[in-house]
């Protein structure tokens, strides 16, 4: 099951954040078809946030297709995102993995990298590329 983290710092919208970390958690691989996502009562429990914040973030990913709410049952996954990278079981997973410990012995922080890597992702990945 996913945990959520929510950055209050972040700038972005909390609902966002969950819309976010649960795609990224169908492109890894995490949650697949049938798998329930948490109830917004433990979403809620775990990360002090307003019920109705869960809620729209599960209509967005209902109204995607990503998601479908079962009621009385919960929050089930509908479908997986992109090729569904295994996370822990590939090649490159481990050497991004190595590359990040190497990142952080030579002094850089969270902010650093993410700035490295969004301006090598944006050289090879331009936007609107899928």
């Known amino acids: 099951m996913v945990e959520y983290r929510i950055d ?3 700038g972005v919208a ?3 954040q969950i819309v ?3 795609k990224q958690a169908l492109r890894l691989g995490l949650l697949e078809p049938g ?3 948490p109830t917004a009562r433990e979403v809620v429990e775990a990360t002090a ?9 599960y209509r967005e990913l209902e109204r995607e297709g990503l998601v479908e709410a079962r009621r009385g049952l919960g929050t089930f996954v509908r479908r997986t995102l992109g090729a569904a990278v295994q996370a822990a079981d590939t090649p490159l997973r481990a050497e991004l993995d190595a590359w990040a410990v190497r990142a952080r012995s030579a002094g850089l922080g969270r ?3 993410d700035a490295l890597l969004t301006a090598v992702l944006d050289e090879h990945f331009p936007k609107g590329d899928q």
């Open 8 to 10: 209050r710092r972040s």
């Open 14 to 16: 909390t609902y966002v």
């Open 20 to 22: 976010q970390q649960t």
């Open 35 to 37: 798998d329930r996502l």
């Open 49 to 57: 946030i307003n019920p109705n914040t869960v809620l729209k973030a």
């Open 111 to 113: 902010e650093d990298v």
